[in-house]
């Protein structure tokens, strides 16, 4: 929804890159697969497994033989096949309905950006499930740990012209390295693997710290 929105009001509009001038529609693809990954990765992992908590699935699941890293590691690969569908159901919009460039030269670098963004908001997921009291509580704790991010981080609005202490803070958070580092690999006067070391770097240490907090905090029991 949000893909088709922004592309018909906006996506006409015409932006200046160093290398040239393109249409906003080629940095909307990528910014829609940020929003895209980050809901099925970030969002989805955290609100299941605090109403799995509370519905005491997770203490079942604790007292069973199945250790609980494949118990993770599979809520992982769920939500990592999640985000595959959206990114090739938005790549494929982009293609064959907004004319997008797909950036074959920027192939490897937009997959490795993908696993690493997967894999950031994953840990983060679960780690915030850590501050969540109960399943009441997890769609506004979620989403007011997410969404003013969303809109100072180049996935809903272009910050190109935002004041530069706006952009600083937002660099420091993952989700806005994760956008442009996913537009970078869809510049279309890109002649090389466009991998953004980093942007990729900060994603990498809220990814270190997100498994290092869930090791630590995430719990089995519900809470009182």
């Known amino acids: 929804m949000f893909l ?14 160093p290398a040239g001038t393109s249409y906003l529609s080629t940095s909307y693809i990528p910014m829609m697969i940020a929003f895209s990954v980050i809901n099925a990765s970030y969002t989805n992992i955290a609100m299941s497994l605090v109403i799995a908590r509370d519905n005491r699935i997770l203490k079942r699941l604790r007292g069973t033989p199945l250790p609980p890293a494949s118990f993770i590691l599979g809520k992982f690969m769920h939500n990592a096949l999640i985000s595959i569908f959206l990114v090739v159901v938005v790549v494929l919009s982009g293609v064959f309905i907004f004319d997008v460039p797909l950036p074959m030269r920027a192939m490897p670098a937009f997959l490795i950006t993908l696993i690493v963004g997967t894999a950031t908001f994953s840990c983060l997921g679960i780690a915030v499930t850590s501050i969540i009291p109960n399943a009441d509580a997890a769609p506004a704790i979620v989403n007011a740990t997410v969404l003013p991010l969303l809109f100072i981080s180049d996935v809903f609005i272009p910050m190109d012209n935002a004041p530069n202490w706006l952009n600083t ?14 537009q970078d690999s869809f510049d279309p006067f890109s002649k090389g693997a466009t991998l953004d070391f980093l942007n990729l770097s900060i994603m990498g240490l809220w990814m270190f710290l997100g498994l290092i907090s869930a090791l630590k905090f995430f719990s089995w029991q519900p809470r009182k």
Do not use: C, D, K, Y
């Open 169 to 182: 803070i937002a660099q420091v958070f993952p989700i806005r390295p994760f956008s442009l580092a996913l």
């Open 4 to 17: 088709f929105i922004f592309n018909l009001v906006f996506g006409s509009n015409e932006v200046t890159v």
